[in-house]
């Protein structure tokens, strides 16, 4: 049978490292900030972002004007909103055909879907298996800083809309803390496999 299973956690926690280490083992993950990415090129996802945030939003090729749209909904909780209410159905819909296309070829196959605000939105039973990914907040602040150039000031806006690491814990069905090396999470990603396979068995 196959199974979805979602890694969530906070912004710079570490989601998408693990996402990675899982892809390069051979595992089928997918990114719901791609699914977002490719969402915003279709017309009607356009037209809509359009009519509230304006035109200038979109640059040469129709690409989002990412920076503007970032410190426009991360001042405003409203905009926020808004934009969610347009971006998030179309991300759920690709999801959704993507995952019929998947199982007609591979009915057995796991998804493992990164994705920052699965806890937020309500959406955990959605999902076969929740892993929730957490570090240590001034960790987290300086890997962005450092290697994704977002300033602390930001960071910070961004973090204080999703969901505390102590209330994702709470509702996940297995953690993996991510405050040390990429060595160590590689070893909680074979960890967790080891424990997937247990559960559901091997794919
Ligand atoms: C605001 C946008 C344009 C900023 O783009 P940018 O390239 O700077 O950031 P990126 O998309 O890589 O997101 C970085 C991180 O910010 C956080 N984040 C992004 N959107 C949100 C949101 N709506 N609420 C809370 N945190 C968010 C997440 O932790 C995410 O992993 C972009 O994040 C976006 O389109 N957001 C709305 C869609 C959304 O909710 N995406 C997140 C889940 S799919
Ligand atoms: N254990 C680690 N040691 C050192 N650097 C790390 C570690 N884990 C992640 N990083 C780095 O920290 C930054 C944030 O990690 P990552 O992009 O995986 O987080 P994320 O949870 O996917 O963030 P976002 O919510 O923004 O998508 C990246 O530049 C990544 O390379």
Redesign the pocket.
């Known amino acids: 049978m196959s199974k979805k299973i979602a890694i969530t956690?906070?912004?710079?926690?570490g989601?998408?490292s693990l996402a990675k280490i899982l892809a390069q083992k051979g595992y089928c993950v997918w990114d719901?900030?791609v699914?977002?990415?490719e969402v915003?090129f279709f017309p009607e996802v356009q037209a809509r972002i359009k009519a509230i945030f304006g035109n200038s939003v979109f640059i040469g090729d129709g690409q989002?004007n990412?920076?503007l749209?970032?410190s426009q909904?991360?001042a405003n909780a409203k905009l926020?909103k808004s934009?969610?209410k347009i971006?998030?159905p179309a991300?759920h819909d690709l999801f959704n055909s993507k995952y019929r296309e998947l199982l007609k070829v591979a009915s057995t196959a796991w998804v493992f879907y990164e994705?920052?605000?699965i806890l937020?939105k309500g959406r955990k039973s959605f999902f076969d298996f929740c892993v929730v990914v957490v570090a240590d907040e001034n960790v987290k602040l300086r890997r962005l800083s450092e290697k994704r150039n977002?300033p602390e000031a930001e960071a910070r806006k961004?973090m204080a809309?999703?969901m505390s690491d102590s209330e994702k814990i709470s509702h996940a069905d297995y953690v993996i803390d991510n405050s040390a090396s990429l060595d160590l999470l590689e070893k909680s990603a074979e960890k967790l496999i080891l424990y997937l396979s247990e559960k559901f068995s091997s794919p």
């Open positions: 956690g906070g912004i710079g926690s989601k998408s719901a900030d699914f977002s990415r915003l989002l990412r920076e749209v970032r909904i991360f926020k934009l969610e971006i998030h991300i994705a920052s605000l937020e977002l961004i809309t999703q």
